[in-house]
């Protein structure tokens, strides 16, 4: 069956339409940071507060972005919090996600996962960061892939840095530190996260800043 596979694939509204015709605010909604199953609840206020207006689309990072007039950016914001939906920052900040841990069965990392959440999530960085953590070693979201991967196993963690996610030189992260302990993470994330700050050049991505840095004393000193 063809039916909706190629024909009327152009959409009548996209948020750059919606942007050059009138004030509209793009936001990213989810289940969570580790669930990724909606219920039918929220699906139906998404809808909702989209309308007839905005616009929906889905993402490459576990996201549905939709679009909503500015004006009533508080109220939609407040009605999607209220039905259990989380509304994932923007702009030039560290962004968390994570692996959805085998939906639940495998939850061995997820206390760190929060911890980690509440302290780094939202910190404002030279260009956004995104922080994946994956519960074992399979890493099936592709921790390795974004701009810090965390793969956990066995209370420690592999630590991969400067993939390039996209483009004709995409590639996986390189291999920086191997079974740091559940305990040091955070601090060494913090390290990574403050060198970033203090020595990247404006707006520059962090696997830039990494290529251009890695051969610099720095980042030996922060694994030994």
């Given at each position: 069956?063809?039916?909706?596979?190629?024909n009327n694939?152009?959409?009548?509204k996209t948020?750059?339409?919606?942007n050059s015709?009138?004030?509209f605010?793009?936001?990213?909604?989810?289940?969570?940071?580790i669930n990724k199953?909606?219920?039918?609840?929220?699906?139906?206020?998404?809808?909702e507060?989209?309308?007839k207006?905005?616009?929906?689309?889905?993402s490459?990072?576990?996201?549905?972005?939709?679009?909503?007039?500015t004006l009533?950016?508080?109220?939609v914001?407040?009605?999607l919090?209220?039905?259990?939906?989380?509304?994932?920052?923007q702009?030039?900040?560290?962004a968390?996600?994570?692996?959805?841990?085998?939906?639940?069965?495998?939850?061995?990392?997820?206390?760190?996962?929060?911890?980690?959440?509440?302290q780094l999530?939202?910190?404002?960085?030279?260009s956004?960061?995104?922080?994946?953590m994956?519960?074992?070693?399979?890493?099936?979201?592709n921790?390795?892939?974004?701009?810090?991967?965390l793969v956990?196993q066995k209370?420690s963690?592999?630590?991969?840095?400067?993939?390039?996610?996209?483009?004709?030189?995409?590639?996986?992260?390189?291999?920086?530190?191997k079974?740091?302990?559940?305990?040091h993470?955070?601090?060494?994330?913090?390290e990574?996260i403050?060198?970033?700050?203090?020595?990247a050049?404006h707006?520059?991505?962090?696997?830039?800043?990494?290529?251009?840095?890695?051969?610099?004393?720095?980042w030996q000193k922060?694994?030994?």
């Open positions: 069956m063809t039916i909706n596979t190629f694939n152009i959409p009548e948020f750059a339409k919606l015709e009138g004030e605010t793009r936001i990213a909604v989810s289940p969570g940071i199953h909606y219920t039918p609840a929220q699906f139906q206020k998404i809808a507060v989209v309308g207006s905005g616009a929906i689309k889905y490459t990072s576990y996201n549905i972005m939709i679009s909503v007039p009533d950016l508080i109220r914001t407040q009605e919090e209220q039905v259990g939906l989380y509304i994932a920052q702009g030039q900040v560290v968390m996600k994570a692996c959805d841990f085998c939906d639940g069965v495998k939850m061995d990392a997820a206390t760190i996962t929060e911890e980690l959440y509440q999530d939202g910190l404002e960085v030279p956004r960061i995104r922080i994946n994956n519960g074992c070693a399979s890493a099936c979201y921790a390795v892939y974004d701009d810090i991967g956990y209370d963690f592999d630590v991969y840095l400067g993939a390039v996610p996209m483009g004709k030189n995409a590639q996986a992260g390189e291999l920086f530190a079974k740091v302990p559940v305990q993470i955070e601090n060494l994330l913090q990574i403050k060198l970033y700050k203090e020595l050049l707006k520059e991505p962090f696997y830039k800043f990494y290529k251009r840095t890695k051969t610099a004393d720095y922060l694994i030994n």
